[in-house]
Nanobody
Framework: QLQLVESGGGLVQPGGSLRLSCTASGFTLDNYAIGWFRQAPGKEREKVSCISRSGTSINYANSMKGRFAISRDNAQNTVYLQMNSLKPEDTAVYYC??????????????WGQGTQVTVSS
C-alpha cells in the first residue's frame, strides 16, 4: 500500500521549534522529490519547502528561509522538516507529497493526512 504519513506536529510557543517527519511506505522514497506544504483555515495551500531526489537541490518559500530546514534520510525512508523560530503565522496543517521533481508543480501527489502545527503563547 502506497502511503505517506506526517508526524511531529504539536503546540509550541512563539520562538520554539518542531521537527516534522514524512515517512513513506509502499514505495522507495528516494526515487522522488518530496515537498512540504501547509494550509491554514480559510487560506490556500502554500508550498513550504522541497528537496530533490538526490538531496542536492533544496528550496524554501521566502518567509521560511533561515528558519526551516529540509533533509532526507533514505535509510529510514523519511524526509524531515526542522522548524525553528516559529511564529503564530506558521500555524497550519502541514502536508508532504511526492513529485518527479521540485519544479514540476503538477506532479505532486500521494498526499499524507497532515500534522497540525499550532504556534501560540
Amino acid at each position: 500500500q502506497l502511503q505517506l504519513v506526517e508526524s511531529g506536529g504539536g503546540l509550541v510557543q512563539p520562538g520554539g521549534s518542531l521537527r516534522l517527519s514524512c515517512t513513506a511506505s509502499g514505495f522507495t522514497l528516494d526515487n522522488y522529490a518530496i515537498g512540504w506544504f501547509r494550509q491554514a483555515p480559510g487560506k490556500e495551500r502554500e508550498k513550504v519547502s522541497c528537496i530533490s531526489r538526490s538531496g542536492t537541490s533544496i528550496n524554501y518559500a521566502n518567509s521560511m528561509k533561515g528558519r526551516f530546514a529540509i533533509s532526507r534520510d533514505n535509510a529510514q525512508n523519511t524526509v524531515y522538516l526542522q522548524m525553528n523560530s516559529l511564529k503564530p503565522e506558521d500555524t497550519a496543517v502541514y502536508y508532504c507529497a511526492r513529485a518527479t521533481a521540485c519544479w514540476s508543480t503538477s506532479s505532486f501527489g500521494s498526499w499524507g493526512q497532515g500534522t497540525q502545527v499550532t504556534v501560540s503563547s
